[in-house]
């Protein structure tokens, strides 16, 4: 090395001028009248042994130097000395270009953990830690958006999430995974909830990933019943279609016939066109319910919330005389905006409002619904329909949103139906309580 070979060869030089300064100085002692010689002797004995100390000691500091850069953390220390002699200009070159290895190598390190934690940051299942002494932390937004409604780290602190959500965090075992229902600003959710256990600082940490799938599972329902009514109602209309064309045939057939009045011929007719006006009838309640199983299109904008809520109000005095009928509306804040298509939102509040007009005139003599528009949590609207009437059993809740299904002597079976695609389509949810007055109320969260 071109070190070595200058390193040494200085060494040998200092070595052999401190030797002969060191012979002069004993000859200089040996001759009488020779002074000024021991004189200038002693001060070459002494300068070329501190030539020799600086020369083997130099190498030592630039390397000691070299460590506590490294110790410290200082990787912007620098060693190169150019003109320097003796090979310390290769030393500090080559000191140099570890420390430019190290320092890259540290920014490699850092934009790899910026980019993990940015991963996990943004990653849509929610992130918590739990260390060896038991102490939940939050990793991600996804975590901090869901779990916002307690203070606290403990495990006992999560109570609000439901109580079973805090012993799974204890209990849970790694590896492990377990569904259940969750407490959030929007509702109860059903979640998977994973298991894993990493080591940290020495000892084990355990991290709880928690997957909100209740969108997923409605979507799968939803998905499953448009399906299910797709396929019944082409069976359906397949079948009807020539049962429809048969039976306006023998119908006319049947006119060209009785010419002379006969009665048998004229109820057998009058049986053949009620047959076709009730394959009418179905074919056409085919053709309506084929309507749920297109998904809607949503074109989302941002509007205000008063002024929708107003024209909401206006439709509903208008709609069927509803003016006997007191209409309660609020907006919170008033300057609130909504997020959502505007067309679609309508259709689905327009009809709560119409399916609480029903329900509190069946049941009360002074009638009353309540429409109220609201900021929920992270950002979201919450949207409440409220009566006063008899309300929904429990019992019903669930299957008040299946298509077909309905309660009324008139209905459908197809507006609650619908409405929860609507919401789905919003990432949003449905689901009705029991309203203050009680009555039902049915809450939206978009």
Not at 193 to 211: D, K, Y
Not at 237 to 263: F, I, K, Y
Not at 311 to 335: H, M, N, Q, W
Not at 390 to 413: A, M, N, Q
């Amino acid at each position: 090395m071109g070190f070595d070979r200058h390193y040494s060869a200085g060494l040998a030089l200092r070595l052999a001028i401190t030797m002969a300064c060191l012979a002069a100085l004993a000859w200089s002692l040996l001759t009488p009248d020779l002074g000024a010689v021991r004189i200038l002797c002693s001060i070459g004995v002494v300068a070329s042994g501190l030539g020799l100390w600086r020369h083997v000691r130099r190498t030592n500091f630039e390397l000691a130097r070299f460590v506590e850069a490294i110790e410290f953390g200082d990787l912007q220390a620098r060693f190169a000395r150019p003109g320097s002699d003796s090979g310390f200009d290769q030393l500090g070159e080559a000191l140099d270009r570890a420390i430019r290895k190290l320092r890259d190598e540290r920014v490699r390190l850092q934009e790899a953990s910026r980019f993990y934690e940015a991963l996990a940051d943004d990653a849509p299942a929610a992130l918590l830690t739990i260390d060896p002494d038991g102490r939940i932390e939050p990793v991600n937004k996804a975590a901090r958006k869901l779990f916002n409604r307690h203070v606290g780290v403990r495990p006992d602190d999560y109570a609000p999430y439901g109580g079973d959500f805090a012993a799974t965090l204890t209990g849970l075992e790694p590896g492990r995974s377990q569904t259940m229902l969750i407490e959030t600003d929007i509702g109860p959710q059903r979640v998977l909830v994973r298991c894993a256990s990493l080591t940290r600082f020495g000892g084990a940490t355990r991290v709880i990933a928690v997957q909100v799938i209740q969108q997923a599972l409605n979507a799968v329902e939803v998905a499953a019943q448009s399906d299910l009514i797709r396929v019944l109602t082409h069976e359906i209309m397949n079948s009807m279609t020539p049962v429809t064309s048969l039976a306006r045939t023998a119908s006319d057939l049947m006119a060209q016939a009785d010419a002379n009045g006969d009665p048998l011929i004229a109820d057998a007719r009058a049986a053949v066109d009620t047959l076709a006006r009730r394959a009418d009838g179905v074919m056409h309640f085919v053709e309506t319910y084929r309507t749920i199983t297109r998904p809607p299109q949503v074109h989302r904008r941002i509007f205000a919330a008063r002024p929708f809520a107003d024209e909401l109000a206006k439709l509903f005095v208008a709609d069927d005389d509803r003016s006997r009928i007191r209409l309660d509306v609020g907006v919170t804040p008033d300057d609130h905006r909504i997020d959502a298509d505007p067309d679609l939102l309508a259709q689905v509040v327009i009809n709560l409002l119409r399916n609480a007009a029903d329900a509190a005139e069946l049941y009360r003599d002074q009638p009353e619904v309540s429409l109220t528009i609201s900021l929920a949590g992270a950002g979201r609207t919450r949207i409440e329909v409220a009566d006063n009437g008899k309300g929904v059993p429990e019992e019903l809740r669930h299957d008040i949103f299946l298509p077909f299904f309905t309660t009324k002597k008139t209905g459908s079976g197809i507006g609650l139906s619908l409405a929860r695609q609507v919401l789905l389509a919003h990432d949003g949810s449905i689901e009705i309580d029991s309203a203050p007055s009680g009555g039902a109320l049915f809450r939206l969260i978009f």
